[in-house]
């Protein structure tokens, strides 16, 4: 299925509407844009095995890094479920988001399931994760799901990302990042589908991402996306979302450009040249490299190749280059 997972600046109006009001009135009051609502998002998303998904990422963690992982970084990560699945495992997490709304949220989520999360609000094109004294905290892992990088909208922006990652990465930590199959754009039949049903804690969500007249712009391969949400609680109450929400489409020679173009664009940022990297204390040559492409998959699973045609996920392992 379409993984959710794209942010926006919507202007919706808010409210609630019960059952009976909404057959009085024939319309269901709107509430503001999805990322503004983390928790119809988060339903909308249930349908995601998040604690085996956790898994298979660390299995591909075992198998290509080769440390152990104690401390995940999830980059846009909305609620920051697998980010919370890590830290319920033991693992150091720390979850960056742009939307306020998520951050709260996901703290929130953590501190009521009685794991350690630390939340930071920031953007995942420019950012930097410092301990107390100043200096970069030092990343096995970085991950970002459901397709985050469609927030990207140009290839200066993910190159950005690339590098700000790189810099925050451990000698020889991997960046994993989910994104949407280029089969959903070249096949003649896609291979997620949009539209879907989501039943969970006695809420019924009907899920829409994505409408027969959106229409990828193939000059920017920007696609703006009518999205709509509506989640009908057991009293009756119902909730809906409505949404235009534009995302990128990249391909694999794309990604690959990037990461080429990452590693010089690293080189000449200030924390390339500060006393840590230079002197090893963030692991040498952290900030000094780019990365390599270890790894592709078209599932969260080792056995099934991104060109296989069960393949619904394009799934990209990078290892911080010249650490290992």
């Given at each position: 299925?379409?993984?959710?997972?794209?942010?926006?600046?919507?202007?919706?109006?808010?409210?609630?509407?019960?059952?009976?009001?909404?057959?009085?009135?024939?319309?269901?009051?709107?509430?503001?844009?999805?990322?503004?609502?983390?928790?119809?998002?988060?339903?909308?998303c249930a349908y995601r095995d998040i604690p085996a998904e956790v898994t298979a990422l660390q299995a591909w963690c075992a198998r290509h890094h080769k440390g152990h992982v104690r401390a995940v970084l999830e980059l846009a990560a909305g609620p920051a479920e697998h980010a919370r699945e890590f830290a319920r495992?033991?693992?150091?997490?720390?979850?960056?988001?742009?939307?306020?709304?998520?951050?709260?949220?996901?703290?929130?989520?953590?501190?009521?399931?009685?794991?350690?999360?630390?939340?930071?609000?920031?953007?995942?094109?420019?950012?930097?994760?410092?301990?107390?004294?100043?200096?970069?905290?030092?990343?096995?892992?970085?991950?970002?799901?459901?397709?985050?990088?469609?927030?990207?909208?140009?290839?200066?922006?993910?190159?950005?990302?690339?590098?700000?990652?790189?810099?925050?990465?451990?000698?020889?930590?991997?960046?994993?990042?989910?994104?949407?199959?280029?089969?959903?754009?070249?096949?003649?039949?896609?291979?997620?589908?949009?539209?879907?049903?989501?039943?969970?804690?006695?809420?019924?969500?009907?899920?829409?991402?994505?409408?027969?007249?959106?229409?990828?712009?193939?000059?920017?391969?920007?696609?703006?996306?009518?999205?709509?949400?509506?989640?009908?609680?057991?009293?009756?109450?119902?909730?809906?979302?409505?949404?235009?929400?534009?995302?990128?489409?990249?391909?694999?020679?794309?990604?690959?450009?990037?990461?080429?173009?990452?590693?010089?664009?690293?080189?000449?940022?200030?924390?390339?040249?500060?006393?840590?990297?230079?002197?090893?204390?963030?692991?040498?040559?952290?900030?000094?490299?780019?990365?390599?492409?270890?790894?592709?998959?078209?599932?969260?699973?080792?056995?099934?190749?991104?060109?296989?045609?069960?393949?619904?996920?394009?799934?990209?392992?990078?290892?911080?280059?010249?650490?290992?």
């Open positions: 299925m379409a993984a959710p997972s794209r942010p926006a600046a919507p202007e919706r109006r808010a409210g609630l509407a019960t059952r009976a009001e909404h057959h009085r009135y024939g319309m269901i009051a709107w509430v503001s844009g999805i990322y503004d609502q983390p928790e119809l998002y988060e339903l909308a495992r033991g693992v150091r997490a720390t979850a960056l988001d742009r939307s306020p709304a998520m951050c709260g949220y996901a703290a929130a989520q953590a501190k009521s399931a009685g794991v350690a999360l630390d939340v930071i609000e920031g953007d995942m094109r420019d950012f930097r994760v410092s301990a107390a004294d100043g200096e970069p905290v030092p990343f096995d892992l970085a991950i970002t799901m459901l397709n985050s990088l469609c927030h990207l909208f140009t290839l200066d922006d993910l190159v950005r990302h690339l590098a700000a990652v790189r810099a925050q990465l451990a000698p020889g930590g991997l960046y994993i990042a989910e994104l949407a199959h280029p089969a959903d754009f070249f096949a003649a039949e896609p291979r997620t589908s949009n539209r879907w049903v989501v039943d969970a804690d006695g809420v019924h969500a009907d899920v829409h991402w994505g409408g027969k007249g959106d229409r990828i712009d193939p000059l920017t391969q920007v696609t703006r996306e009518h999205m709509s949400i509506t989640a009908t609680a057991r009293d009756g109450t119902i909730r809906t979302v409505s949404d235009v929400v534009p995302n990128r489409f990249w391909t694999l020679t794309e990604v690959t450009a990037a990461i080429a173009l990452a590693g010089p664009a690293l080189a000449g940022t200030a924390l390339a040249n500060t006393g840590t990297a230079a002197s090893g204390g963030f692991g040498g040559t952290a900030a000094s490299g780019g990365f390599d492409l270890v790894a592709t998959y078209g599932d969260f699973d080792a056995a099934t190749p991104l060109d296989a045609p069960a393949a619904w996920r394009m799934i990209l392992i990078l290892q911080a280059a010249g650490t290992g």
